[in-house]
């Protein structure tokens, strides 16, 4: 009974998805959002209508998760309330952002020396890092980067600033081609699938052509396997056995949506939900938590304080493994379960900001915004404004500001 309650919340977060789908583009912001939030809510119980699951099993920190149980259930009407939110503010708003004509504008960058001089200069720093790392294996290069805070907001830097020439200039010149092969090289190698994420989605969202609902399915199966199977090819084609011993080791592992990264937020949020004391000396996290973490950048003067995601990892993995976090936890501890709604809105306002500066400065600012959902749905609020936001706001000030020119060219709006 629980579980076909769940069911049909998610076939009507689905039907929202195509809705959605009817009013923006394939590559807009909001419609990636949506789909952001519908996976990681939706993915377990896909799970159980495609694959006929019906327990899922994160080994990691020993937690089952029934999906036809009333906890299940509960985590389900969570996520449906923050995508309902989001579904009614798109829906209700979308004519708001139709226009008869829109400004086509063209940006070109400036003071070509001086960027040349900085996109060699994070060139060369990434294939350094490259090469001096090349022999160290997956868990090595995690100690070092996790451990060094600015080395982590260096490649930050250089990542959003390759965003930036990528959505400006493409690959019209031979220094923004130079610039993407050595980025690539890098993120190949430094392996952390969120610059991955990054690149894959600027690519995307600079294409030329909108494409259909239809057709993002099997463009989704390729992302699906690419991320899915990338911590396997890196670990044992890259440092470990070849090609013929990764084809066997697939051949055997079941696909399952959720086990890409869902399954492991998920777990948090099923076990809150019924035990959620876990996390008590954490109310109001949004001010407490940041605040704290943002003084010890600075002064350390809490140097026993464990973020949310720290102690996460240290309740449930003891500290054996990486763990995500759940956002819809930490909205909980601050907003009690209206938390989702509350966020879904907060959300909204932000992205409208967004909308009313992203024709004016392309697509880095959307893609921007995407890539924030996709860091924030599986982390604490806090972590995210501390490592991520300062690498995007330095690299678009700095770039709007001394090397980007704008004309703008007035055209009738498709």
């Not at 949506?34 to 939706?42: C, P, R, S």
Request: charge should be positive; aromatic fraction near 22%.
């Amino acid at each position: 009974m629980y579980l076909i309650i769940s069911q049909v919340l998610v076939c009507l977060e689905l039907l929202f998805l195509l809705t959605i789908s009817r009013y923006y583009s394939s590559k807009s912001h909001i419609f990636l959002t949506y789909l952001v939030f519908f996976y990681y809510g939706a993915s377990p119980i896909l799970d159980n209508l495609l694959f006929g699951v019906t327990e899922l099993d994160f080994g990691n920190i020993g937690i089952l998760v029934e999906l036809d149980t009333p906890t299940s259930l509960a985590a389900q009407v969570l996520y449906f309330l923050l995508l309902l939110t989001l579904f009614l503010a798109y829906f209700f708003t979308h004519k708001s952002r139709e226009s008869k004509f829109k400004n086509d504008i063209k940006i070109t960058l400036r003071n070509r020396d001086l960027l040349t001089t900085i996109v060699l200069a994070f060139s060369f720093f990434f294939i350094y890092i490259t090469l001096i790392h090349l022999d160290l294996n997956r868990s090595q290069k995690n100690d070092i980067y996790n451990n060094s805070p600015l080395l982590t907001w260096t490649f930050l830097l250089g990542e959003y600033f390759w965003v930036y020439v990528y959505c400006t200039e493409g690959l019209r010149t031979r220094l923004s081609i130079f610039f993407t092969i050595v980025t690539f090289i890098f993120i190949v190698f430094i392996f952390n699938r969120q610059p991955l994420v990054l690149f894959l989605l600027t690519l995307f969202m600079n294409l030329r052509i909108n494409l259909r609902l239809i057709f993002l399915i099997p463009l989704g199966v390729i992302f699906y396997f690419v991320l899915g199977y990338w911590k396997y090819f890196y670990a044992i084609v890259i440092y470990g056995q070849g090609w013929s011993y990764f084809i066997d080791y697939i051949s055997f592992r079941q696909v399952y949506l959720s086990r890409l990264d869902p399954i492991a937020s998920y777990s948090l949020l099923y076990d809150f939900i019924g035990n959620g004391s876990i996390y008590g000396e954490y109310v109001f996290s949004y001010v407490t938590n940041t605040f704290i973490q943002f003084l010890n950048v600075f002064t350390n003067y809490f140097p026993n304080y464990l973020t949310l995601g720290q102690y996460s990892k240290l309740y449930y993995a003891d500290n054996r493994v990486g763990l995500a976090f759940s956002f819809i936890i930490e909205s909980i501890l601050n907003f009690w379960f209206f938390g989702p709604i509350v966020a879904a809105l907060f959300i909204y306002y932000i992205q409208r900001k967004v909308e009313s500066y992203s024709n004016k400065h392309g697509a880095y600012l959307e893609i921007l915004s995407v890539i924030s959902i996709v860091v924030l749905v599986r982390t604490e609020l806090a972590v995210f404004l501390k490592i991520n936001v300062l690498p995007m706001v330095l690299v678009f000030f700095v770039m709007n500001k001394y090397f980007t020119s704008r004309s703008f060219v007035n055209v009738e709006a498709k």
